[in-house]
């Protein structure tokens, strides 16, 4: 038994091993107690429009630099657009521009940014 290789649905504890459900099993609704990936395009966009919000929250970080310095120059990620042969990866980025436009709230703060 010392070289022997066990199977993965081996009950051994010493062996590591993903036990996989099937499709079927992963897709069913969270309430009748599955994990519920039934959405992996909108949890994709969902992801791409974090990256867009934190072009906007991290206007100083390199990667905010490069895509500003190629796809919005002259303004920020709100007023961005496609243009012309964008890369997959501006082009997917873009695709939750919309969705992160919507979310985007105005605060007043401290009101030192208001002119009156």
């Not at 500003?68 to 709100?78: E, Q």
């Given at each position: 038994?010392?070289?022997?290789?066990f199977?993965?649905?081996s009950?051994?504890?010493?062996?590591?091993?993903?036990?996989w459900?099937?499709?079927?099993?992963?897709?069913?609704?969270?309430?009748?107690?599955?994990?519920?990936?039934?959405n992996?395009?909108?949890f994709n966009?969902?992801m791409?429009?974090?990256?867009?919000?934190?072009?906007?929250?991290?206007?100083?970080a390199t990667i905010?630099?490069?895509f500003?310095?190629?796809?919005?120059?002259?303004?920020?990620?709100?007023d961005?657009k496609?243009?012309?042969q964008?890369s997959?990866?501006w082009?997917s980025?873009?695709?939750s521009?919309v969705?992160?436009?919507?979310e985007?709230?105005?605060?007043?703060?401290?009101?030192?940014?208001?002119?009156?």
């Open positions: 038994m010392d070289d022997e290789l199977p993965v649905g009950k051994d504890a010493t062996i590591r091993h993903i036990n459900l099937n499709w079927d099993k992963l897709s069913m609704r969270k309430e009748n107690g599955s994990m519920s990936f039934r992996l395009h909108g966009l969902f791409l429009g974090k990256q867009g919000w934190n072009f906007i929250l991290r206007p100083h905010t630099k490069i500003k310095a190629k796809y919005f120059p002259n303004g920020g990620f709100l961005a496609l243009g012309h964008p997959y990866t082009r980025i873009f695709a521009h969705l992160v436009k919507d985007v709230k105005w605060r007043i703060g401290d009101a030192s940014s208001i002119n009156l």
